[in-house]
């Protein structure tokens, strides 16, 4: 099978882009409705690829956006996460536990238990 060619970036703002043009497509913006609403899901999504972008851990991450201007403009952050916000967020992602539009959330749950329920 031949392998589809990704453009390569090598621009941390170029990345910051695009993860954040994914993430608007494919996540809520907020996890729960009560969630303190200070960093949407796709900045810190963004931000968790970035750190995988620069190959560096929580605090790392933290303090490069510290030092980049650019890099918080592009993310629309007005202040820099704590790095235990983003291990939450990770940990939330990782784990599967933000589906796409927050409607479907329960709708697809219910749907799931009322077909094991007949059976």
Do not use: W
């Not at 592009?74 to 796409?100: M, N």
Request: positive net charge; charged residues 20%.
């Amino acid at each position: 099978m031949a392998e589809i060619p990704r453009p390569m970036s090598k621009s941390p703002n170029d990345v910051a882009r695009h993860a954040l043009a994914v993430a608007q497509d494919s996540l809520p913006a907020y996890s729960d409705k009560h969630s303190p609403k200070l960093y949407t899901q796709h900045q810190l999504f963004a931000i968790n690829v970035l750190r995988q972008f620069f190959r560096t851990d929580l605090r790392g991450i933290v303090a490069i956006l510290k030092d980049s201007s650019d890099l918080r403009r592009v993310l629309g952050l007005k202040r820099v996460p704590h790095y235990s916000t983003l291990s939450y967020a990770e940990q939330r992602f990782f784990k599967g536990g933000v589906c796409a539009p927050a409607s479907s959330c329960g709708a697809a749950s219910q749907s799931e238990g009322d077909a094991s329920a007949s059976q």
